[in-house]
């Protein structure tokens, strides 16, 4: 088991019972307040109970997963003066001393190279995630520079639209200009033969209206649907069958909204904070590209 970030709980990480693995996945993590490895947790000393300590089971209130067996054992796993979890044995015989100060001799080095795990899954996370960070950072130059580079509004969007797709691993993306005098997005440009359908089928949405283009059009503020199979509200296009999440980020010139991009993914809750930030951003520089054709 292992202590969670937090401190106040601990995550089961893995079981063993009889030769076959136990599926822990449904087990939530356990408050550090209350069972035998919350104690252990707390005192930072080994615990051991046999089938004679009921009343101490009973005031731990113990979780028991797989056979409530006879006895007990449980030893800190402590790294560098850290508590970083806790070895859970159990037993239908009571341990002997022998077997005690073995397992003392093995968790040691057991919790060493569970801590250098951790640690390297960390730094392969946080690596991963400068090199996301950098790769989008980069892709939202490239369209901008893409977008100002062009002289007529289409080359701008359509420049745009492309590269977002191609860059950011997309399976749509659609750029949306408000008409002032009706009151509704325009689809000036969209990618794939989705958005060349609905581009010459002249695509409009109601600004204000209940679709998340809609939305973001109407107050300035983005919109996004995580996963549409969740979402009641979320309005499927019969063009885009196999959309699974959706953003709508406002384009906006001077507190002045003038459209919207949708971005659609083929897996649910593939926005994260950090991509929808980078959208934004290129959204903000967009808006600048295409307001200069425009006025």
């Known amino acids: 088991m292992l202590l969670a970030k937090d401190g106040q ?19 939530p993590p356990l408050p550090i307040s209350q069972g035998f490895s919350g104690h252990v947790v707390r005192t930072r000393e ?12 009973q005031k731990l209130q113990s979780l028991v997963v797989g056979e409530d067996l006879a006895a007990w054992l449980g030893l800190p796993m ?21 077997e005690i100060d073995l ?19 960390e730094l392969q996370v946080a690596l991963e995630a400068q090199y996301q960070q950098r790769i989008q950072l980069q892709t939202a130059a490239e369209v901008a520079a893409a977008a100002t580079g ?21 399976y749509y993306v659609g750029l949306f200009l408000v008409d002032y005098e009706r009151q509704e997005a325009v ?9 060349r359908s609905q581009v010459q089928e002249s695509r409009r949405l109601r600004v ?17 649907t995580q996963d549409v199979a969740q979402d009641g509200e979320w309005l499927p296009n019969p063009y885009l069958p196999d959309t699974q999440s959706e953003l ?3 384009l906006r010139v001077h507190g002045r909204i003038i459209g919207a991009l949708t971005a659609q993914s083929t897996t649910p809750r593939h926005f994260t904070p950090e991509l929808i930030q980078v959208l934004q951003t290129l959204c903000d520089q967009l808006a600048t590209a295409v307001e200069m054709p425009v006025c």
Not at 103 to 121: W, Y
Not at 151 to 170: C, G, P, S, T, Y
């Open 187 to 195: 689809l000036i440009s969209g990618t794939g033969e989705a958005g």
């Open 78 to 98: 402590i790294v560098s003066g850290e508590l970083i979890g806790v070895l859970a044995v159990e037993n239908e015989d009571t341990f002997t001393e022998p």
């Open 46 to 57: 080994m615990l051991y109970l046999d089938k004679n300590d009921s009343e101490l089971r």
């Open 103 to 121: 397992l003392k001799i093995i968790v040691g080095p057991l919790s060493s190279a569970i801590h250098n795990f951790i640690q390297l899954d």
């Open 150 to 170: 062009a002289f007529r509004l289409e080359e701008v969007v359509e420049a745009a639209v492309n590269l977002i797709k191609e860059r950011f691993v997309l």
């Open 9 to 27: 709980h601990v995550l089961w990480l893995y079981g063993f019972e009889y030769g076959h693995e136990v599926d822990l996945s449904g087990i």
């Open 208 to 224: 204000g209206g209940q679709s998340l283009i809609g939305g973001a059009t109407g107050d300035g503020k983005p919109r996004i």
């Open 248 to 250: 709508a980020l406002p």
